[in-house]
């Protein structure tokens, strides 16, 4: 497998660390965990400041090159809600060159309260929760390098079977090549996420044996490059992406 950066993003709270940890505890090779929550505490968040959000990122980032560069694969465990944050570890991807790979914990809110308030240690306030949840770029909108491998409820999930298929995917992933991501008007980029995030849900909902199948992804992600790199309409999205998935049967 080739060395990888894989970014989890979600709101705080939804099992982003534990996935990370399962991930890690998986692979046989060695991967560090840049887990951002080691710089704060119950303090830090209870007397949150956007000053020093911008120092803990920092040095976590920092974290990710020096082990991006000794040859080891990460992962970045923060809640990476903004797309500019998650563009910012696909940059020192490609500087490193290494795979770039987003998974997004999306875990419902209502779970994520309630495990919050569960935590013994480093709960977060549930203000801060509630405004990261506004305030989320869902990823895969936009951009092609941002489609996430795996879109992870940790309420309803066989996370063994989740590790083994995210790890699967890595496994098919080439490094990127630049920074300048492939770009679509809004309104084309919303049309073409929901359109085929509608494709794969009724797909999986018709064929529940290829849940967990890495190849529904990677079908859904050639799709989307097509349609970017022809240009094609937004409405042949969907034949286009049933006829993919149709081939995985």
């Known amino acids: 497998m080739n060395q990888f950066l894989l970014v989890m993003c979600g709101i ?26 080691d710089w704060r505490d119950h ?3 209870s007397d ?11 040095v976590a980032l920092s974290r990710v090159r020096e082990y991006l560069r000794e040859g080891v694969s990460v992962i970045h465990d923060d809640t990476n809600y903004y797309n500019s944050m998650r563009h910012d570890l696909f940059e020192i991807a490609v500087e490193n060159k290494c795979v770039f790979a987003v998974v997004h914990v999306s875990t419902p809110l209502t779970v994520a309260l ?15 929760i509630r405004r990261i949840a506004d305030r989320f770029d869902r990823p895969g909108g936009r951009y092609l390098w941002d489609c996430p491998i795996a879109e992870v409820d940790m309420s309803h999930v066989d996370i063994d079977a989740e590790v083994k298929m995210i790890l699967d995917i890595l496994s098919e992933l080439e490094p990127p090549q630049d920074t300048q991501p492939s770009t679509l008007t809004p309104d084309v980029a919303a049309t073409l996420d929901r359109t085929t995030r509608e494709v794969v849900s009724k797909f999986l909902c018709d064929h529940p044996q290829m849940r967990g199948n890495k190849g529904v ?21 969907e034949e286009m992406l049933w006829s993919e998935l149709e081939k995985l049967l």
């Not at 890690?24 to 991967?31: G, L, Q």
């Not at 309630?114 to 801060?128: A, F, G, I, K, L």
């Not at 992804?217 to 022809?230: Q, Y």
């Open 12 to 37: 705080p709270s939804s099992g982003k660390s534990t996935l990370a940890e399962a991930i890690r505890n998986y692979c046989d090779s060695e991967i560090y965990v840049v887990r951002t929550d």
């Open 43 to 45: 303090a830090y968040y």
């Open 48 to 58: 949150w400041a956007p000053e020093r959000e911008k120092q803990v990122r920092t």
């Open 114 to 128: 309630e495990w919050n308030r569960s935590r013994s240690e480093s709960q977060v306030t549930e203000s801060m």
């Open 217 to 237: 992804f990677l079908a859904r992600r050639a799709i989307l490059k097509r349609l970017i790199d022809e240009g094609s309409p937004p409405d042949a999205a």
